[in-house]
């Protein structure tokens, strides 16, 4: 069989291809492999659990209403797992306070509770022990302070569970504080909006 000289130089073309890929590969510099560094990211400034102390008042303005009460302050002082909240209620010469001492190291903290301010029109008070039972914990890496608040209340039809779940959050720059409830005696979010209390001038 008569072979063409055409058919010679492309086979020695495509064997001269083969060893030039192979010497290639052989003698490729380790350090072409290596996946470049990926930058480190520039992590923001956030608002802390520290950043919640101190006094905030409400915005009536942008919040729900507040109704019976015209005024509602919140007062924080928290170190490492213990967080103790003051709320201070009042409209005109009627005022009411009281203290959230909760330890979250704590599945369950029973917190004093004769009645339930938040919903005076429900004319409802505590019944048994007169305490409710809230879990709490930290989300959102400190910058969310959830509360589950279960409570039994007496009312004129007779003894009603009550469940409020409480959203505190702070906005990413520390200057202001939402709350956010949601209670099982309305089918729609409750929100507050509070600014900070200068240190000068908030209340002893």
Request: proline share 5%; hydrophobic share 40%.
């Amino acid at each position: 069989m008569t072979v063409s000289p055409l058919s010679v130089l492309r086979s020695s073309l495509a064997l001269s291809a083969s060893l030039l890929v192979a010497i290639a590969t052989a003698h490729a510099s380790p350090a072409s492999a290596v996946a470049p560094t990926a930058s480190p990211s520039r992590a923001s400034a956030t608002a802390t659990a520290t950043d919640f102390n101190g006094t905030w008042k409400i915005d009536l303005h942008r919040s729900t209403e507040l109704s019976p009460w015209k005024s509602l302050e919140l007062t924080f002082d928290i170190k490492g797992d213990h967080v103790v909240l003051h709320r201070a209620f009042a409209w005109g010469r009627r005022t009411f306070k009281e203290t959230l001492d909760l330890n979250l190291k704590q599945e369950v903290n029973l917190v004093p509770t004769p009645w339930w301010p938040d919903n005076r029109h429900l004319g409802a008070y505590s019944t048994g022990d007169q305490t409710k039972r809230v879990r709490a914990a930290w989300l959102d890496g400190g910058r969310l302070l959830r509360l589950s608040s279960d409570l039994t209340l007496e009312t004129q039809q007779g003894n009603r569970e009550i469940n409020i779940l409480s959203d505190y959050k702070l906005s990413a720059n520390g200057a202001v504080l939402t709350l956010t409830e949601l209670r099982s005696t309305r089918n729609r979010p409750i929100v507050y909006v509070f600014t900070r209390v200068p240190a000068a001038s908030a209340k002893p």
